[in-house]
């Protein structure tokens, strides 16, 4: 029990006591903010390699950035494993572009414009082994089947004209 003549902060702590709590909770609540902005910056750093890498891919291989999809349906086992890859890492780079900087409009456009040659691959694909685009991310998915509808790139004839 206090005493009378006890002050309130003689019963909870010192005035030093109080402090030093207060700011080891400061402490503790700005390495939570420093740990969050680690995270971030490190998801838009990988999120840039991946678009780089993506760039680089496309930059070395023109056949596949702006694909002659009918010649490489035609071609050899090679190039269609190469071009399903090529369009698997586009889009992995996009995702990952997307989901770090949801704010910024001008990565998904970026994305937008290189989708299109792919279209008709993806849609092919996509009725083929609907398996295929369930393995992204359920924005990726519904930005692959947008994009489809708005080329009128759609099964069952997947735009072929």
């Known amino acids: 029990m206090s005493q009378p003549g006890t002050l309130w902060w003689q019963k909870f702590g ?3 006591q ?3 709590a207060a700011v080891a909770l400061l402490g503790f609540v700005a390495i939570l903010f420093q740990i969050n902005e680690i995270r971030s910056n490190t998801r838009a750093a990988s999120a840039r390699q991946a678009f780089l890498g993506y760039t680089e891919l496309a930059f070395r291989n023109p056949k596949f950035s702006q ?4 010649a490489i349906k035609a071609g050899s086992r090679e ?3 190469q071009y399903e890859s090529f369009v698997s890492y586009f889009l992995y780079a996009c995702e990952e572009a997307t989901a770090a900087f949801a704010g910024s409009r001008e990565w998904l456009a970026s994305c937008d414009y290189d989708l299109r ?5 993806l849609c092919e694909k996509f009725k083929a082994e609907p398996a295929y685009l369930a393995t992204y991310g359920s924005s990726t998915q519904q930005w692959v089947q947008a994009s489809m509808k708005t080329a009128s790139v759609t099964p069952p004839d997947c735009g072929k004209t």
């Open 14 to 16: 010192t005035l030093a």
């Open 18 to 20: 109080m402090a030093q």
């Open 67 to 70: 694909p002659d999809y009918d």
């Open 79 to 81: 190039d269609k494993v």
């Open 117 to 121: 040659p792919h279209l008709r691959f």
